[in-house]
C-alpha cells in the first residue's frame, strides 16, 4: 500500500482501497505457524496440526498472538473426485478436515489450507488451474471452516508447454491467475472470512497490486533456512517498506529459526528484522522439538507488539550523517519506522561485528530532545538522546523510542 503526500493521490488510494479485499481481514501482520519447513509432505496432517494447537496453548504462544495452524502442500489425494472437489488424503484426516478445524477453533485458534494457482501444487497435486476450480474450492473451505488460503504459483501458464513446475518465461501476469480465487474469496466472505496469501514468489512486484488482491503477498523467492536467504530477503524488504500496511502486508516467508544453518545471532536478527519489517510471523519448525533459546526469541513480548503496533507501517533503512549508504543484497545496519507511541530502531550488525550508535535527532520521525528507549533483546532501558550498543556480528539490537506523552489528569473534585 503507497501513501501519497498530495490530496488527489489520496483520494486515488482510498479509490484503490474500496476495490480491494477489504473483508475485516489481516488488518495486523499475521502469527501462527506453517507445516512445510517441519517435515514437507509427512507435516500436513491432522496429526501434526492439532499438536502444534496444543503447543501454541502450551508454550503460552497463543497469548502472545500466534493464532493460524496452517497446513501447507500435500493434504489431498492425487487427484479430485468424479465432482471436481478436492480430496483430504484420509491417510492423514482419517476424521476430514471441518473436525480438525472445529478443534482447532474451539481452542480459539484458526486454521489454514495451502493451494496452487496452477495445474499442479509444487508437490505434483491438484491445484486449481486458474478459474477452473477457484469457486467450487473456496465453497469446500468455507464448509470446512478455513481461515486461511495460502495460494502457490507451480505448474501455471508458461511459454514451455507442458509448464514446469517453475516456469521462468510466464505466459502472462500473476495478476490474471490470482484474480479468480480473490474473486471467489470476495463472494464468500458474507459467510466467511479468509485471509488470503499470495505465493507468487515475488513475481511482477506483487507489492505493487498485491493491496487490490489478497491480505499478505511473498515478496522473494523463499528462504531457505540459511543467512543468505536471511540477508537477500531481508535486504530486498528495505525499498518496498511503502506497500505494507493495515489490510496488506509484505510477506518475507516463514521464519526459519531453529534451523541448523542459523546460529544465535543470525536467528536474533532474522526474527527482529522480519518483526520491524512488518512481516507476518509465521514459525516453520517443529514446536515438540523447539530448543529454550529459539523459544525465548520467538516468545519476545516486546518485539511482538512492534510487529503488532495498531499502525501497521513498515521499517526501512536510513543512513546517519558519516556513514555508508545501503551496500545491495547486505543487510544494512541502520533501519528505522513509525509507531502508534513513538518510533522503531532496528541497529543490525548484518555486515561486520562493531559498536552501532545512532543519535535521535538523525532518526526519521525523531528529532532533537531526550526520549525514553528500550531495547527488546537486552532490556536494557534509558533516556537521553541517543543510543549505542556493542554488537557480534549478524546480531541485531530492537530499540523502541517512546515519543507519546501521557495527559497529566487532575484530582477529581471532592
Not at 311 to 326: C, E, I, Q, R
Not at 328 to 347: C, E, F, N, R, T
Not at 362 to 369: A, H, Q, R, T
Request: aromatic content about 10%.
Amino acid at each position: 500500500m503507497k501513501y501519497a503526500p498530495n490530496t488527489l493521490l489520496v483520494a486515488l488510494f482510498w479509490l484503490r482501497a474500496a476495490e480491494a479485499l477489504d473483508n475485516g481481514i489481516g488488518l495486523k501482520p499475521h502469527m501462527g505457524w506453517s507445516s512445510w519447513n517441519v517435515a514437507q509432505c509427512d507435516a500436513a496432517s491432522a496429526r501434526y496440526a492439532l499438536d502444534t494447537a496444543d503447543r501454541f496453548i502450551s508454550l503460552g504462544l497463543k497469548d502472545l498472538g500466534y493464532e493460524y495452524i496452517n497446513i501447507d502442500d500435500c493434504w489431498t489425494t492425487r487427484s479430485r473426485d468424479g465432482s471436481g472437489k478436492l480430496v483430504p488424503d484420509p491417510s492423514k484426516w482419517p476424521d476430514g478436515i471441518k473436525a480438525v478445524a472445529d478443534k482447532i477453533h474451539d481452542m480459539g485458534l484458526k486454521f489454514g489450507l495451502y493451494g496452487c494457482a496452477g495445474q499442479q501444487t509444487c508437490a505434483g497435486f491438484p491445484g486449481s488451474d486458474g478459474n477452473k476450480h477457484a469457486e467450487s474450492d473456496v465453497s469446500q473451505l468455507v464448509e470446512w471452516g478455513v481461515d486461511f488460503w495460502k495460494y502457490d504459483n507451480c505448474y501455471t501458464p508458461c511459454l514451455d508447454n507442458p509448464p514446469p513446475q517453475t516456469c521462468q518465461r510466464p505466459a502472462g501476469n500473476t495478476q490474471e491467475w490470482y484474480a479468480p480465487m480473490r474473486d471467489a474469496i470476495l463472494g464468500a466472505q458474507d459467510t466467511r472470512k479468509i485471509h488470503f496469501n499470495l505465493c507468487n514468489w515475488g513475481r511482477d512486484n506483487v507489492w505493487e497490486w498485491g493491496y487490490d488482491y489478497g491480505h499478505s503477498w511473498r515478496m522473494s523467492v523463499d528462504n531457505w533456512g540459511d543467512w543468505e536467504s536471511v540477508e537477500r530477503i531481508g535486504s530486498a524488504a528495505a525499498g518496498i517498506s511503502e506497500y505494507s500496511g493495515p489490510g496488506g502486508f509484505n510477506d518475507l516467508d516463514m521464519l526459519y529459526l531453529g534451523s541448523p544453518k542459523l546460529n544465535a545471532n543470525q536467528g536474533r536478527l532474522h526474527f527482529g528484522l522480519w518483526a520491524i519489517a512488518k512481516s507476518p510471523l509465521v514459525l516453520g519448525l517443529d514446536l515438540a522439538t523447539i530448543s529454550d533459546e529459539t523459544l525465548a526469541v520467538i516468545r519476545n513480548k516486546g518485539i511482538i507488539a512492534i510487529n503488532q503496533d495498531e499502525l501497521g507501517k513498515a521499517a526501512t533503512t536510513f543512513t546517519p550523517p558519516g556513514k555508508p549508504g545501503p551496500e545491495s543484497g547486505k543487510i544494512h545496519p541502520y533501519w528505522a519506522g513509525p509507531l502508534s507511541d513513538g518510533v522503531v530502531i532496528g541497529l543490525c550488525a548484518g555486515i561486520s561485528a562493531g559498536t552501532y550508535a545512532v543519535d535521535f535527532k538523525d532518526v526519521p520521525g525523531l528529532g532533537e530532545g531526550s526520549y525514553a528507549w528500550e531495547e527488546m533483546y537486552t532490556g536494557d532501558k534509558g533516556t537521553g538522546t541517543g543510543v549505542s550498543f556493542d554488537i557480534d556480528l549478524h546480531d541485531m539490537r530492537v530499540i523502541k523510542v517512546t515519543t507519546a506523552t501521557q495527559a497529566k489528569r487532575e484530582p477529581a473534585a471532592l
